[in-house]
């Protein structure tokens, strides 16, 4: 998968992440369902080790009730394509 379609899935699966707000009381439900799906999804997208590291973070970002906003995904792939691309 090229970076940019990346991109473009992480942004939409922030997206979906974010959903929850908008279904007041329910939104948070449907985190406990979400958040292993997204840790999961991350360590497909990114692997190696800032996969999996990214994939407790998204994890954790989705089941805490307030993180919902942050995101994960699409921060994930600009520390992989900007920031780490200038360490190289």
Do not use: R
Request: charged fraction near 20%.
């Amino acid at each position: 998968m090229s970076k940019y379609n990346k991109l473009f899935v992480g942004i939409l699966l922030d997206i979906i992440g974010a959903l929850s707000y908008f279904f007041p009381g329910i939104g948070e439900m449907t985190d406990i369902i979400w958040a292993p799906i997204s840790g999961w999804l991350m360590t497909k997208l990114y692997k190696g080790k800032s996969g999996k590291v990214a994939g407790v973070v998204s994890f954790v970002e989705e089941i805490v009730p307030g993180l919902d906003i942050i995101p994960t995904f699409t921060l994930m792939w600009f520390y992989t394509y900007v920031l780490a691309e200038k360490k190289k």
